[in-house]
């Protein structure tokens, strides 16, 4: 099967290397022309727009940042959707997105006879590219098993959720407010041992032995604590995700508390220059904030 890849970022990135390297003959697209060289560099087929992707493709991963750039993708001139485009059958949405954006844009594109895969991901770019990241996929079931062995593929983690498009978008918004509450509870703990003059390593070897374990604590105070900068998850998209689980909080009847410890993290951090760092400065911050 020939697959395309719109948006090379961390995760995309690591998605088509995984493919590439697996047989698969891989279009690729971003609007960063050095991800483009890195793609052709590793053999990869470079497009000059999403529409050149899908007319390469029999099915279109799109691995943006938010729905406006989904919309982009799709539906502008030179999108995939476009008429010189139709070889693709099939669009997967891979980003986080609200649910009812992921319901419009899959209704589009069955307007145009193209099927859809609402399947977010979770875990970072090195799971993405040993395909041990999440995959929460809800589509049609004749559409899974079309695409199943492009979607096992891309990971050994498949969650399969049912034929309702948007229950992927709606568990990735569940998943992604408990991330952010842990981490903010995790760069919280560190700090209080920093302040009580506990070792920080061992004090997170005891944590993740014990009650207060979580693996996106452990991952992100891990790089802090061993000064890795590198960015694989930028804190503007854990805001913009956390925007996203609130209102629809909100959108369900129940108390939508903007005042959520973590939220307010998050946004102190954005307010310190922190939005392009990974989100792993969380404890950066925290630990530089006095009583």
């Known amino acids: 099967m020939r697959v395309g890849l719109v948006g090379i970022g961390n995760m995309g990135f690591a ?3 995984r493919l590439h390297e697996r047989g698969w003959l891989v279009a690729v697209r971003d609007i960063d022309p050095v991800r483009e060289r890195d793609a052709a560099k590793r053999g990869m087929t470079v497009c000059a727009s999403p529409g050149d992707v899908a007319a390469q493709s029999e099915c279109v991963i799109v691995a943006v940042v938010d ?8 539906f502008e001139e030179g999108g995939v959707t476009t008429p010189a485009s139709r070889a693709a059958s099939c669009v997967m949405l891979c980003p986080t997105i609200a649910p ?3 319901v419009r ?6 307007e145009q006879h193209i099927d859809c895969i609402d399947a977010p991901m979770s875990g970072g770019p090195a799971m993405a590219r040993d395909g041990r990241m999440s995959l929460m996929v809800a589509c049609a ?3 899974f098993e079309q695409y199943r062995r492009l979607i096992e593929t891309l990971s050994t983690n498949v969650f399969r959720l049912g034929e309702r498009v948007g229950d992927g978008a709606r ?5 992604n407010l408990l991330a952010g509450v842990n ?5 919280e703990a560190m700090a209080l041992a920093e302040r009580l003059g506990l070792d920080l390593t061992r004090t997170l070897d005891v944590i993740e032995h014990s009650s207060g374990q979580s693996w996106i604590g452990s991952d992100r105070m891990r790089r802090a604590l061993q000064a890795d900068g590198a960015v694989r998850a930028h804190l503007s998209l854990l805001a913009k995700d956390t925007a996203l689980a609130i209102a629809r909080r909100a959108g369900c009847g129940l108390r939508a508390e903007p005042r959520i410890a973590h939220r307010s993290l998050v946004r102190a ?23």
Do not use: P, Y
Request: charged fraction near 30%; charge should be negative; hydrophobic fraction near 45%.
């Open 105 to 110: 844009i899959a209704t589009k594109l069955a």
């Open 141 to 143: 079931d004749a559409v």
């Open 183 to 187: 981490l903010a509870g995790a760069a």
């Open 100 to 102: 009812n954006d992921t």
């Open 15 to 17: 998605m088509a290397e």
């Open 171 to 175: 568990t990735k918004l569940v998943n």
């Open 269 to 291: 951090g954005l307010e310190q220059g922190l939005r392009d760092r990974d989100d792993a400065s969380l404890f950066e911050h925290l630990r530089g904030r006095r009583c």
């Open 67 to 74: 729905a406006a750039q989904v919309d982009r993708v799709l």
